[in-house]
């Protein structure tokens, strides 16, 4: 009789240990402070915060490429060539800012340059870029900028913010690959599905 006197008020004392807290919980009203505060952590007040991040290669001729980066003073394009192991920027920020400031009359510094993408001539001893939808080249060993008609309509200004924008140039030699792999959403499922008849 112990035993099962026992088993009864065990199942009573759990029944109302786990039904307790259920009963004593409230339904949170959110504040707008408390919308402000979670608003603080969003993507976009937050990626201001996060430098060195965020590569987006754009390729170039024999496996190189480069990219721009955000750094705590603005930001940098950088040169990666893997087949020398080196690392090093595109081209000299302050000279180049130097030329485009006398060329447009406005005021640049080697680390607020006023575009996210530009294109490299044949040779790479020239950049075409599009500022305010005028397009510019600068010769990088003249440390000369000119107006240049071609670029302004040839090249659509990159997409984005301040991340490095969203111009990302696919490799020179790899393609991606094409599958006829069923897909939800546009994203290819593995194992592909079978056909039904």
């Known amino acids: 009789m112990n035993a099962s006197r026992l088993l009864k008020l065990s199942i009573i004392l759990a029944f109302i240990l786990f039904n307790v807290p ?9 504040t707008a402070d408390d919308y402000a505060r979670a608003e603080k952590a969003m ?7 996060v430098f060195r991040s965020g590569v987006r290669p754009s390729w170039m001729s024999g496996e190189r490429f480069w990219y721009r980066i955000t750094t705590p003073e603005g930001s940098e394009f950088i ?25 447009v009359g406005t005021p640049y510094d080697a680390h ?6 530009f294109e490299f001539s044949n040779n790479e001893q020239t950049i075409s870029f599009t ?24 090249q659509t200004p990159a997409q984005g913010g301040r991340r ?34």
Request: proline share 10%.
């Open 22 to 30: 259920v009963v004593a919980q409230e339904r949170r009203v959110f």
């Open 43 to 49: 993507g976009y007040n937050t990626n201001p915060l």
């Open 79 to 103: 040169l990666i060539d893997p087949a020398k192991g080196a690392r090093a920027p595109v081209f000299d920020h302050a000279r180049l800012a130097a030329a485009l400031t006398k060329a």
């Open 112 to 117: 607020h340059l006023p575009f996210m993408s």
């Open 131 to 154: 500022v305010r939808n005028r397009g510019w080249k600068c010769d990088l060993l003249a440390d000369k900028c000119s107006a240049d008609a071609t670029t302004a309509s040839d």
């Open 164 to 197: 490095g924008g969203r111009n990302e140039t696919p490799h020179p030699t790899r393609s991606a690959p094409r599958s006829s792999a069923p897909t939800i959403f546009g994203c290819a499922t593995w194992p592909p599905a079978k056909r039904r008849n």
